[in-house]
């Protein structure tokens, strides 16, 4: 904006961003609603707000509350802090720990590092970060389990607390207590996959940041002590892009196994609502207790066919109103545009995101069980038993969505 001293406006029209943060839900909307209407009398304008969505931190309070340990195993894959205190050690500088090497690998005397130093800090990296190689398979089974449980600890109605370690670590030793389907199996396949994907993507980029800050670091005769605030800054803290990265990483995977091992307790038509977290983003939140059913039998890969198709047509609207173990958002976007050599372009539907949870990295939505023909959603919001004196609230909801309408067969 331009303002003179004299406030004569020379420019553009004034337009400033103010970013105010208050916790997680210590507001109500009517409250936010009076602040923002009383700073804009203020500033003599209307105030806009955009919200911004903030990134969940791994540990925060879940709404399933076992997921929670299944999030926190996947962070600490990597144990940032101690990587750091040893790099610290191994360069020769102070970094949080005491400890200083006598020969030291550091030096800022402006030079660039020799191959044969680069080889050294990548072995020391390589076998800092060493992860076993049955850890992939274990977060995977584990965060299914947890998934599992919670769903049945909801039909039993009890809340019992679920001792993370004391799980099964591997696919074999779970089918000893939980029997898994070949669905199930190839599920915990996939996420034990990712999971080893995603750790070898991290122990990638760790060595990449730590060359690069050390041989920079060298190269402007930085000292010591700055290199070591550097690393801490952007390898340990809790929001350093390394960090923050490996945090999504823990909870999307964390939750996306938790999710199927949810969906795969659930019997083919059964149904399930969704379950926003209460800091999911707008898409999320639009699908808020929407009614899903549960298919033993995912539809086949449409994308080949052509979108007039009537094929095409009953899968996308399968893909809409049908969940099941194992469905992802693999080769789909939120984006509805697509930019392709004729310009942008719609997208169709099998390349457009649809029903999954979690949707999105570091969603945190879950399935909750759900009976349309004795359940319901009211207007206030919650879900609620189908009681004879409920029965014209019942009504009202049933309306409201043609979707189950159709589910429980009363098109009208
Ligand atoms: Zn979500």
Request: glycine share 6%.
């Amino acid at each position: 904006m331009f303002i003179t001293k004299s406030g004569r406006r020379l420019g553009k029209p004034l337009s400033a961003k103010i970013r105010i943060t208050v916790p997680k839900d210590s507001l109500t909307p009517e409250e936010k609603a009076k602040i923002l209407k009383a700073v804009g009398e203020k500033l003599g304008t209307t105030v806009r707000v955009k919200s911004v969505h903030k990134a969940p931190q791994v540990g925060e309070d879940h709404i399933l509350p076992p997921v929670k340990d299944a999030e926190l195993a996947y962070y600490r894959v990597f144990d940032l802090k101690g990587f750091y205190n040893d790099l610290c050690r191994f360069l020769g500088i102070k970094g949080l720990a005491k400890a200083i090497r006598q020969d030291e690998f550091y030096k800022p005397d402006g030079l660039p590092c020799t191959p044969e130093e680069l080889d050294l800090l990548d072995r020391f990296i390589n076998g800092n970060l060493a992860i076993s190689p049955a850890i992939p398979e274990t977060l995977a089974v584990r965060a299914f389990l947890v998934g599992r449980i919670a769903s049945e600890l909801e039909t039993n109605g009890k809340l019992v607390k679920v001792a993370y370690k004391n799980l099964p670590t591997t696919v074999e030793e779970a089918m000893g207590g939980y029997p898994l389907t070949d669905v199930e199996r190839r599920a915990i396949e996939f996420g034990k996959f990712y999971a080893g994907e995603k750790i070898m993507a991290m122990q990638e980029d760790t060595r990449r940041l730590v060359r690069q800050i050390i041989v920079e670091s060298r190269q402007n005769s930085v000292h010591p002590r700055r290199l070591a605030q550097t690393l801490f800054d952007r390898v340990v803290d809790t929001d350093a892009n390394l960090n923050r990265d490996w945090q999504r990483v823990a909870i999307t995977e964390a939750n996306n196994m938790a999710s199927n091992g949810f969906l795969g307790t659930m019997v083919d038509g059964q149904y399930v609502i969704w379950h926003a977290h209460p800091d999911a983003c707008a898409y999320c939140r639009s699908q808020h207790y929407k009614v899903f059913k549960v298919t033993d039998n995912p539809p086949e890969d449409y994308g080949h066919l052509d979108p007039g198709n009537k094929k095409y047509k009953e899968i996308a609207k399968r893909w809409e109103t049908e969940v099941w173990v194992g469905k992802n958002n693999y080769g789909r976007s939120t984006a509805l545009k697509k930019r392709t050599p004729k310009g942008l372009m719609n997208r169709e539907h099998h390349e457009r995101a649809t029903v999954v949870i979690p949707l999105h990295p570091h969603c945190r939505c879950r399935w909750f069980r759900f009976d349309p023909e004795v359940q319901f959603v009211n207007d206030k919001g919650r879900i609620q038993f189908r009681l004879r004196e409920r029965e014209d609230e019942y009504q009202k909801w049933l309306k409201a969505n043609p979707q189950v309408r159709e589910f429980l067969g009363k098109v009208t």
